[in-house]
């Protein structure tokens, strides 16, 4: 438990704000600032945005004696990741209305705009509301976006794994009402006695969790990285019950080694719904009461396990649920990518899986990705799905229908886009980082498409440009771009620098190990150089570059 003398300011700010409300209204009707108070920039996360503002114009702003310019980025809650076609209608004339126009899709398989001034925060949410959206819990101290298998023509239970992911998503939502009261109608009284919150209390979680659901064979979620994790085990082509693991997450802070990147542990097999929605209930309740409240650097489940210990951490779970876990099943995942192109689900609906780098839907000089695809939901006759890979599907298209699809991706030169990027290109993620995540060291997005124009001709010399390697950039230790469970990573060290970590495997299954320290781009491209020549020469038949490389950096020890 915690010493409650020394709990963490967020700690108290969260006890103390009447259900999340805090003096957001008061903040919200300030207008000689484009911030809002201190303490509701920790609250404003719950209801599913950021503060964040320009850091590309601070020095102008300093300089003309002007305060930052602030702005708010807000995150969707969309379990499993999916829109309608109208919806997607209804979020593109969102962006274009209150934010910068750019449509983000995150790596937790949802979708978040950037750069809304305080005054358009209302117009946004009550526009996502008319589109029976929302943002609740999308940040916070609480379960995020629940993420599972994205592309249901990988295998016809994706449907019931998606289906779980929504009722995890409803179990786990705060039960206060201050987003309603807040964002949609200022008059609504609340009966505060049905804002109790069992699961939440008024204390809500230490950190942040994340639960993700993974079907067998792909491992498109990356589901160990999650607080959470819950793998399907499929027998006679059933979903039988699920293996259940706790203690993942990426998150570290550069000179403090109290705090690393952690793979979850599984903690058994259950063999019904009811039983695993109980016992991911119980997981955070347990979390809730043990995990750490005095340092946030060291809050989330991963530091609470090995505290206890996951023996201890899964009889108090089991104490709490009633039952016990079983054994493990035995499992297998044989991809962790999305599959471009087309492909036919078992129903005869077809899905077009487009690339779009590191999420950012937008229409650039020669590639109106953001048109065309507000051309083709505007057809309705496709569903929009997204990966945790930031990529997104065009899905449940009839057979009738696929040729118009097929002739608006031709024309607005998506197809192309898709057929012509690069393995490592399709292969890669980044976080936001520059300019407006207030955490970040250095560059991600905006860096790494042309870090990796120049690591492309490298690979086309050892003949490796057709090989699947995960190549993952983020801007701080944070792990949003999950570097940490890459094949080739890179943190953000500073402007220009970056740690490069390599070893991770293909599937997900073992993190990678920091090679070189704070290195610029001259030294990454001489170092992956060497490494490929060394990876051609000495690689075992079908060894991935990540087993490879994993086991290249046991022979320097």
Same mark, same amino acid.
């Given at each position: 438990?915690?010493?409650?003398?020394?709990?963490?300011?967020?700690?108290?700010?969260?006890?103390?704000?009447?259900?999340? &409300?805090?003096?957001?209204?008061?903040?919200?009707?300030?207008?000689?600032?484009?911030?809002?108070?201190?303490?509701?920039?920790?609250?404003?996360?719950?209801?599913?945005?950021?503060?964040?503002?320009?850091?590309?114009?601070?020095?102008?702003?300093?300089?003309?004696?002007?305060?930052?310019?602030? /702005?708010?980025?807000?995150?969707?809650?969309?379990?499993?990741?999916? +829109?309608?076609?109208?919806?997607?209608?209804?979020?593109?004339?969102?962006?274009?209305?209150?934010?910068?126009?750019?449509?983000?899709? %995150?790596?937790?398989?949802?979708? @978040?705009?950037?750069?809304?001034?305080? /005054?358009?925060?209302?117009?946004?949410?009550?526009?996502?509301?008319? *589109?029976?959206?929302?943002?609740?819990?999308?940040?916070?101290?609480?379960?995020?976006?629940?993420?599972?298998?994205?592309?249901?023509?990988?295998?016809?239970? *994706?449907?019931?794994?998606?289906?779980?992911?929504?009722?995890?998503?409803?179990?786990?939502?705060?039960?206060?009402?201050?987003?309603?009261?807040?964002?949609?109608?200022?008059?609504?009284?609340?009966?505060?006695?049905?804002?109790?919150?069992?699961?939440? @209390?008024?204390?809500?979680?230490?950190?942040?969790?994340?639960?993700?659901?993974?079907?067998?064979?792909?491992?498109?979620?990356?589901?160990?990285?999650?607080?959470?994790?819950?793998?399907?085990?499929?027998?006679?082509?059933?979903?039988?019950? !699920?293996?259940?693991?706790?203690?993942?997450?990426?998150?570290?802070?550069?000179?403090?080694?109290?705090?690393?990147?952690?793979?979850?542990?599984?903690?058994?097999?259950?063999?019904?719904?009811?039983?695993?929605?109980?016992?991911?209930?119980?997981?955070?309740?347990?979390?809730?009461?043990?995990?750490?409240?005095?340092?946030? =650097?060291? /809050?989330?489940?991963?530091?609470?396990?090995?505290?206890?210990?996951?023996? *201890?951490?899964?009889?108090?779970?089991?104490?709490?649920?009633?039952?016990?876990?079983?054994?493990?099943?035995?499992?297998?995942?044989?991809?962790? =990518?999305? &599959?471009?192109?087309?492909?036919?689900?078992?129903?005869?609906?077809?899905? !077009?899986?487009?690339?779009?780098?590191?999420?950012?839907?937008?229409?650039?000089?020669?590639?109106?990705?953001?048109?065309?695809?507000?051309?083709?939901?505007?057809?309705?006759?496709?569903?929009?799905?997204?990966?945790?890979?930031?990529?997104?599907?065009?899905?449940?298209?009839?057979? $009738?229908?696929?040729?118009?699809?097929?002739?608006?991706?031709? $024309?607005?030169?998506?197809?192309?886009?898709?057929?012509?990027?690069?393995?490592?290109?399709?292969?890669?993620?980044?976080?936001?980082?520059?300019? %407006?995540?207030? +955490?970040? +060291?250095?560059?991600?997005?905006?860096?790494?498409? /042309?870090?990796?124009?120049?690591?492309?001709?490298?690979?086309?010399?050892?003949?490796?440009?057709?090989?699947?390697?995960?190549?993952?950039?983020?801007?701080?230790?944070?792990?949003?771009?999950?570097?940490?469970?890459?094949?080739?990573?890179?943190?953000? %060290?500073?402007?220009?620098? !970056?740690?490069?970590?390599?070893?991770?495997?293909?599937?997900?299954?073992?993190?990678?190990?920091?090679?070189?320290?704070?290195?610029?781009?001259?030294?990454?491209?001489?170092?992956?150089?060497?490494?490929?020549?060394?990876?051609?020469?000495?690689?075992? %038949?079908? $060894?991935?570059?990540?087993?490879?490389?994993?086991?290249?950096?046991?022979?320097?020890?």
């Amino acid at each position: 438990m915690n010493n409650k003398d020394n709990l963490s300011p967020v700690e108290r700010i969260k006890t103390g704000s009447s259900g999340l &409300r805090g003096t957001l209204k008061e903040s919200l009707s300030d207008d000689f600032t484009g911030a809002i108070r201190e303490d509701d920039q920790t609250l404003i996360k719950f209801h599913g945005m950021y503060q964040q503002d320009d850091r590309d114009r601070r020095e102008e702003r300093v300089a003309k004696k002007l305060e930052w310019l602030y /702005s708010y980025m807000i995150r969707l809650r969309l379990p499993g990741g999916f +829109l309608t076609a109208d919806q997607w209608i209804g979020l593109n004339e969102t962006a274009e209305d209150h934010s910068t126009g750019t449509i983000k899709i %995150t790596t937790r398989q949802t979708i @978040q705009l950037h750069g809304i001034l305080k /005054s358009h925060l209302k117009p946004t949410i009550r526009s996502f509301n008319l *589109q029976h959206l929302d943002s609740i819990a999308a940040c916070g101290d609480v379960n995020r976006n629940v993420t599972c298998t994205a592309n249901p023509s990988e295998s016809p239970l *994706q449907q019931q794994a998606y289906e779980l992911a929504g009722k995890i998503s409803e179990m786990c939502l705060p039960k206060t009402q201050s987003y309603y009261d807040i964002w949609i109608d200022d008059e609504l009284i609340v009966d505060r006695k049905a804002e109790e919150d069992p699961l939440y @209390q008024d204390r809500y979680l230490p950190r942040k969790l994340k639960i993700g659901i993974a079907v067998p064979p792909n491992n498109d979620v990356d589901v160990f990285i999650n607080d959470i994790a819950l793998i399907a085990i499929i027998e006679n082509d059933q979903i039988v019950g !699920y293996n259940i693991a706790a203690g993942g997450g990426l998150g570290a802070t550069h000179g403090n080694e109290a705090t690393y990147a952690r793979l979850a542990s599984i903690l058994g097999f259950l063999d019904t719904e009811e039983k695993v929605l109980k016992a991911v209930y119980e997981i955070i309740t347990v979390q809730r009461d043990f995990g750490n409240r005095n340092d946030r =650097k060291l /809050s989330r489940l991963k530091y609470t396990i090995d505290k206890l210990g996951i023996d *201890q951490y899964r009889s108090e779970v089991e104490k709490r649920t009633g039952f016990n876990f079983e054994p493990a099943r035995t499992f297998k995942f044989e991809q962790r =990518k999305d &599959r471009y192109g087309w492909l036919q689900n078992h129903e005869g609906k077809w899905f !077009y899986t487009l690339f779009v780098e590191h999420g950012r839907v937008l229409d650039i000089e020669g590639y109106p990705l953001k048109s065309g695809l507000l051309k083709i939901a505007q057809t309705g006759k496709v569903n929009f799905r997204f990966t945790c890979n930031q990529n997104l599907i065009l899905a449940d298209i009839s057979e $009738e229908d696929r040729s118009d699809i097929e002739n608006l991706l031709k $024309e607005y030169g998506i197809s192309d886009y898709t057929q012509e990027a690069s393995a490592l290109r399709k292969n890669s993620v980044a976080c936001v980082a520059l300019n %407006t995540c207030s +955490l970040a +060291l250095a560059e991600a997005q905006r860096y790494l498409p /042309s870090l990796v124009t120049k690591i492309e001709p490298i690979l086309e010399k050892y003949g490796l440009i057709n090989e699947d390697i995960t190549i993952r950039m983020t801007g701080c230790p944070n792990g949003c771009g999950r570097s940490p469970n890459a094949e080739i990573g890179f943190v953000g %060290t500073a402007y220009g620098k !970056y740690n490069l970590h390599i070893g991770g495997d293909r599937l997900g299954m073992r993190l990678n190990t920091k090679f070189k320290e704070n290195i610029g781009e001259e030294e990454i491209l001489t170092t992956l150089d060497k490494l490929f020549s060394i990876y051609i020469q000495e690689r075992l %038949t079908e $060894e991935t570059f990540g087993d490879f490389s994993h086991r290249y950096l046991e022979t320097l020890n």
